[in-house]
């Protein structure tokens, strides 16, 4: 990822199940440019669900973590609102 200021940051995710069509399930980590976890942030774990619903598809996404805090850490950083501009910016590519 790269940041508004130019910093680079990196990212892993480790997939644990994979149901093709219908689901995932999956961890996260930030990681060094290596992919090597660094402990930067707390990981994430991902269950990604999709459901045919007539022309169009539902996904259903579910994200935990270890406790609280490591939630109100990673909103401190900022993901609500990065994870928000992803969805709008996979809206805008579906579109087309």
């Not at 200021?5 to 995932?24: A, M, N």
């Amino acid at each position: 990822m790269l940041g508004p200021e130019g910093e680079k940051h990196y990212c892993r995710v480790d997939y644990k199940t994979i149901v093709p069509l219908k689901s995932f399930t999956a961890t996260d980590a930030f990681t060094d440019e290596n992919g090597v976890p660094n402990g930067a942030a707390p990981s994430m774990e991902w269950q990604n669900t999709f459901t045919e619903n007539g022309n169009t598809n539902d996904v259903k996404i579910e994200i935990t973590f270890e406790n609280e805090a490591d939630l109100e850490a990673i909103v401190a950083m900022g993901f609500k609102e990065g994870f928000s501009m992803g969805l709008t910016n996979l809206d805008e590519l579906l579109a087309i």
